[in-house]
């Protein structure tokens, strides 16, 4: 079956950077756009933008340039998200989804199960 | 940028209820609007796309509805296992609203 599943938690120091994976499985990688989106704790969901799985271009939502980086290892079928210079605001859970698309219209499904990532000195 | 305002930010229902949540958009999105449900420490699921498309697998009483700015989630009748945050998300430029809890009443 479709399947997005993410690396675990991270617990890292304000200035350190991380990488999270979204390793997916059941379909063929390069034929879907891969999404981010970031949920602090307690509020609500933010998209991050988004990877094109063919070109490797990546598309930032305002707010989320200059420190994020999206890359992809198509070998792995893995997408990755990089922060660096990690701030105490970036604690939040981080998600990655398939962007699925019909007739012009575009949705996410499924969804990975989510990685925590935790700055705190 | 399109803003999305969800409306009530929270709701307490009892089972066998008839619940609406509405979205709306700052600007017309035509039917570019998606609906997901939320439970506590788990990933997003969807539920609507295109405004009034069901998932599959999702349960009939779940519904969507609306076009251009205004938009409704309804549920017919509540279940123990509805109780949750919603949120819509337009997919002209994929941003969210600011959820809605359903709790138990």
């Known amino acids: 079956q479709v399947q997005l599943v993410q690396s675990g938690s991270e617990l890292k120091k304000p200035g350190a950077s991380v990488k999270v994976s979204c390793k997916a499985s059941g379909y063929t990688f390069t034929s879907y756009a891969m999404n981010w989106v970031r949920q602090a704790p307690g509020q609500g969901l933010e998209w991050m933008g988004w990877?094109?799985?063919?070109?490797?271009?990546?598309t930032y939502a305002q707010g989320f340039t200059g420190r994020f980086v999206f890359s992809l290892d198509t070998s792995v079928s893995t997408a990755y998200l990089q922060i660096c210079s990690l701030k105490a605001e970036d604690t939040a859970v981080y998600y990655c989804a398939r962007d699925q698309q019909w007739l012009g219209y575009n949705w996410f499904d499924p969804w990975g199960q989510g990685t925590l990532v935790t700055v705190s000195s | 940028d399109i803003q999305m305002t969800q409306s009530p930010s929270s709701l307490s229902a009892s089972v066998g209820d008839r619940v609406t949540i509405t979205c709306r958009a700052s600007q017309s999105i035509s039917s570019y609007l998606n609906w997901y449900q939320q439970k506590p420490g788990k990933a997003p699921k969807l539920l609507i796309y295109?405004?009034?498309s069901l998932q599959s697998g999702v349960p009939s009483r779940f519904s969507g509805s609306g076009s251009g700015t205004d938009f409704t989630l309804t549920i017919s009748s509540l279940q123990p296992e509805d109780f949750a945050t919603y949120y819509c998300q337009q997919s002209l430029v994929r941003g969210f609203g600011g959820g809605t809890k359903v709790e138990i009443k």
């Open positions: 990877i094109n799985t063919n070109t490797g271009n990546p």
């Open positions: 295109a405004a009034s």
